[in-house]
């Protein structure tokens, strides 16, 4: 799970653009642009995750479909902008060219670029800008980026406009994650919400060419607007049920591109071919752990403090995580020292801590009662019964979630492992039926973004629907006020007073618990393709992440 919040100022001019002849496109009956790969063409094979059996489906604003998953959506569908989630501010103009707010921050004029054409062939414009907001403001499922917006209109093809009820500097970075869909197409469409899109076409570098539930391709796009790229002609994605035996593959050199958990990387991959094979795991955020405070006893904060401090974390993130984590130091949830500028100074010196005493101090304080098994029961008399949840294909979370039950239960808590399927997962922490699970926030922008994702109610919904964000659904009115207050101003003092008062609400009311500062996971061989994002060169984060991986991916090159 990855979610990335943030709005900086803009920086004009860096789209990356080649000059080259383009290649004329033929039309399918589908209305997809056809795309064959010629002999001698370049090609990369990539895993974004262990996802399973793939199903065809590639809605843009689906979270939970194999394209999503494996970080190909926005090589086929593009946003409006890029953001370098690994350098604050560094934002690239997409299918938008440059952007201002107006109106005290309750307007934002996009100029639109021309000239760009969907696959099939027909004009972009910002009409399709217009048409796929609106959708979002009819469909608020399909509202996955969590923007908040009253209007959006298309007064020329080359401006859309969207309008505000109030200060939405802040919303910049949502605003730029939504992928753009063809008017002439998805106007038609029945049930956006609903819709597998089986057939994609998009602005974007490539091309849906063929799909099974072991492997699709997608195949560069002649009409492509970036003219010159892609310069690798397909990009292959195959099917792996698991971490293992995606490891296997990448052990072996099977794969090009992977972002994957994978133990002891050094020996088990990089060491079998140091001039080909690399790792690089920049800082790119933090993981919590969520319970659900939509349902009982998880509602009580006594019991969401006592579950962080059972948690030994520099136990998990060393033995779980192989060092590709390591222990989130402060319950404000900040990620430190990246954002020590933030951090309130009467918290500068407060530590989470594993103390298994403390457990039983507080749950005994608060009429808890040992039972006969050496297990709490609730003061009502029921059971104090935890099911930690977690998606069984990532092998990490796994162990994870058996080192966090075994601490649990050392401490008194009758905790267990939960593991589902990934697509089950995804459900269940999107409607809300869980106790407890792993919620990661990635950014590096900041952390107002970060607590949004987090802690911002209106992106919650009622235990049993979906929700886009807050899925440890925290109704509070007080921390969205503290959001409303950073998000409608540009006064640093102002929003510094609203991050600290997140922060005493995260140190007080524990509504997510911090696990672990997170890396990107990045893997890569320069064995086909050359161009990958690297610490010299880190003009994007090297995990196949949507929407990112298009930067990456248009850097690409055939190796020599």
């Keep these: 799970m990855h979610w990335n919040r943030r709005a900086r100022p803009v920086l004009v001019g860096l789209a990356i653009v080649v000059s080259s002849a383009s290649v004329a496109a033929s039309a399918s009956k589908s209305g997809a642009a056809t795309a064959t790969k010629q002999a001698g063409s370049s090609s990369i094979t990539l895993v974004g995750e262990p996802f399973g059996p793939f199903v065809r489906n590639y809605n843009p604003f689906s979270t939970s479909n194999a394209a999503y998953g494996e970080g190909t959506t926005s090589m086929v569908y593009e946003p409006l902008m890029q953001y370098n989630i690994l350098r604050a501010g560094q934002i690239y103009p997409w299918l938008a060219t440059s952007w201002a707010w107006s109106n005290g921050g309750k307007t934002l004029t996009l100029q639109i670029r021309k000239g760009v054409q969907w696959s099939d062939g027909k004009p972009f414009s910002a009409a399709d800008v217009a048409f796929t907001f609106q959708l979002l403001k009819k469909y608020p499922a399909l509202n996955v ?13 080359s401006t859309a406009v969207l309008t505000f009820s109030k200060a939405a500097y802040a919303q910049l970075f949502v605003v730029s994650q939504v992928l753009i869909v063809p008017q002439h197409l998805w106007s038609s469409v029945a049930n956006p919400v609903t819709y597998a899109d089986p057939d994609p076409v998009g602005t974007g570098p490539y091309l849906l060419q063929s799909y099974s539930a072991q492997q699709y391709t997608l195949a560069k796009n002649p009409n492509y607007w970036q003219k010159g790229l892609p310069k690798i002609d397909t990009v292959q994605v195959v099917d792996y049920v698991s971490n293992t035996s995606a490891d296997l593959a990448l052990e072996q050199g099977k794969l090009d591109w992977a972002s994957l958990y994978i133990p002891h ?23 919590f752990l969520c319970a659900n405070t939509g349902r009982a006893p998880f509602d009580s904060v006594t019991v969401r403090q006592a579950l962080s401090k059972a948690i030994d974390r520099d136990t998990v993130a060393r033995d779980g995580e192989g060092g590709f984590y390591s222990s989130a130091t402060s319950p404000t949830g900040l990620v430190l020292p990246n954002w020590a500028k933030y951090l309130d100074s009467k918290f500068a010196s407060l530590k989470t801590s594993y103390d298994k005493a403390g ?29 930690v949840e977690a998606p069984t294909p990532y092998t990490d979370f796994m162990t994870d979630t058996q080192l966090i039950v075994n601490e649990m239960r050392a401490a008194g808590i009758d905790a267990s492992v939960k593991g589902v399927s990934l697509s089950a997962w995804t459900n269940d922490y999107t409607v809300g039926t869980y106790d407890v699970t792993f919620c990661g926030q990635w950014t590096t922008s900041g952390p107002y973004d970060l607590f949004a994702s987090l802690l911002d109610s209106k992106r919650s919904a009622p235990v049993g629907k979906s929700a886009v964000g807050d899925f440890e659904r925290w109704m509070d009115k007080a921390t969205d006020a503290s959001l409303a207050a950073y998000a409608g101003t540009n006064d640093a003092a102002v929003q510094l007073k609203a991050m600290h008062d997140i922060e005493a609400t995260m140190v007080k009311d524990v509504p997510v618990i911090p696990l672990f500062y997170a890396n990107a996971f990045g893997e890569y061989t320069t064995t086909h393709a050359v161009g990958w994002p690297t610490a010299s060169n880190p003009y994007e984060t090297p995990s196949a992440s949507v929407p990112w991986d298009e930067v990456v991916v248009l850097h690409l090159r055939p190796a020599p």
């Design 145 to 157: 980026t969590g923007v908040d917006f009253a209007s959006v209109s298309a007064p020329s093809p």
């Design 265 to 287: 990387y050094q020996q088990l991959f990089v060491a079998k071919d140091p001039a080909h094979y690399h790792v690089w795991l920049p800082p790119t955020g933090n993981f």
């Design 359 to 387: 457990v039983k101090t507080l749950l005994l304080k608060a009429g808890f009662k040992v039972g006969s098994n050496g297990m709490f029961v609730q003061p009502n008399g029921k059971p104090f019964k935890v099911a």
